[in-house]
């Protein structure tokens, strides 16, 4: 106990050496083959293997990021577990998710205790059991020397979508653009843009805008502008009024399109 105690402190101080600017927490670990850029944070007993971290990226207490990218300005909360994830800046995970082979967009805001793709099961086959048709050995050996079922299909969440908490979605999921997903649902087929889901299986409550504003958005994108023009756009995105952000981008784009024309 105290040798392992001690390998930690050593680890700890290599790991400082090696990240000056970075703050990391006791415990923690960055393999070789990860990639940290500047402000990052890793706090306590997490740790990070075959990750590319972008800038101002911070990694909260017990978390397990592997195989994964994550875009500047992310929070990961405590106890998150990420297995090839791709992460869109300004977004963030809370605590307790797990999340395998998904791609969020920017601007996510993902709830606590989600559970992201995990496998499938058979459900027309003899036996559900992966023992029968699966070489990963689930229960420790497998019947089968070959795949005989897709167990794995990719998730992709996109911009701007919010996940309440202990949201459930399957795998091969595809969540649009803004859409919003409400508490304890489970997600079995795509959620279209802008919509708004709930229930168990989830089903569509309502479109957040008009099919007009929605397609006006789509065609704006506006969570691929640069930082600056969010943030001077902030008051306009921050309101009800979602015509007066669609003007402000629309004469936005005139105004540089104008001067373009003229150099």
């Not at 699966?134 to 079922?149: A, D, H, R, V, Y």
């Not at 202990?166 to 969540?175: E, L, N, P, S």
Request: aromatic share 12%.
């Amino acid at each position: 106990m105290l040798l392992g105690h001690l390998k930690k402190i050593i680890k700890f101080y290599i790991f400082k050496f090696k990240y000056p600017k970075a703050s990391i927490g006791f415990g923690s670990s960055i393999d070789k083959n990860s990639k940290i850029e500047q402000g990052f944070t890793i706090k306590s007993n997490s740790n990070i293997r075959n990750s590319d971290i972008e800038n101002n990226v911070a990694i909260l207490s017990s978390c397990s990021i592997c195989s994964s990218q994550i875009s500047n300005n992310v929070t990961i909360y405590d106890n998150v577990i990420l297995h090839e994830v791709i992460i869109g800046r300004f977004s963030y995970i809370s605590s307790r998710t797990i999340a395998s082979q998904v791609t969020f967009g920017s601007f996510c805001s993902i709830g606590p205790e989600c559970l992201i793709g995990y496998g499938e099961h058979p459900t027309d086959f003899v036996s559900t059991s992966p023992v029968f048709f699966s070489t990963l050995k689930q229960c420790g050996t497998s019947f089968s020397n070959i795949n005989l079922f897709e167990e794995r299909k990719k998730i992709t969440i996109g911009h701007d979508v919010w996940l309440g908490a202990r949201v459930f979605i399957k795998d091969g999921v595809t969540i649009g653009n803004g859409a919003i997903v409400g508490v304890g649902a489970v997600v079995v087929k795509n959620v279209p843009d802008y919509a708004i889901v709930g229930g168990v299986p989830a089903k569509l409550i309502r479109f957040r805008f008009s099919q007009e504003l929605i397609q006006k958005l789509q065609i704006i994108k506006w969570w691929d502008l640069p930082e600056e023009y969010l943030r001077e756009a902030q008051s306009l995105i921050a309101q009800q009024n979602i015509q007066m952000f669609i003007s402000w981008y629309e004469k936005t784009k005139s105004c540089e399109s104008l001067t373009e024309s003229n150099k």
